[in-house]
């Protein structure tokens, strides 16, 4: 099993920018894909974008050319780059496995607002 710990979240202005961060336990983190997955208020948890074992990444659309996903095996770490921040990126943001079946942390808030 693997714990998950997210930070880096907060309140930021249209057109901003932040940097999150998903702490991992366990000595095995280098073998998975894994995702930064985020939940705004009334929908479903969505993957947002998600990074490979061999370092290959995928975004959506939505997110394409603002976020970038990005991991350190060294440091059991995966990050998530987000400029040019919108409204409609407000959600809690989850880092997980692809797929994601290990429990999932608490989350970070980021909320866009002006």
């Known amino acids: 099993q693997v714990q998950f710990v997210e930070s880096g979240g907060g309140l930021v202005q249209p057109g901003g920018s932040l940097r999150l961060s998903c702490a991992a336990s366990g000595s095995i983190f280098s073998i998975y894909n894994m995702g930064w997955y985020r939940q705004a208020p009334g929908k479903q948890r969505e993957l947002v974008a998600h990074v490979l074992v061999n370092g290959s990444t995928y975004h959506r659309d939505y997110v394409k050319g603002r976020f970038t996903i990005s991991r350190d095996n060294a440091k059991n770490t995966v990050y998530l780059q987000m400029n040019s921040l919108k409204f409609d990126d407000t959600a809690v943001y989850y880092c997980?496995?692809?797929?994601?079946?290990?429990?999932w942390g608490q989350g970070t808030q980021v909320t866009v607002s002006s």
């Open positions: 997980n496995k692809v797929p994601p079946n290990f429990d």
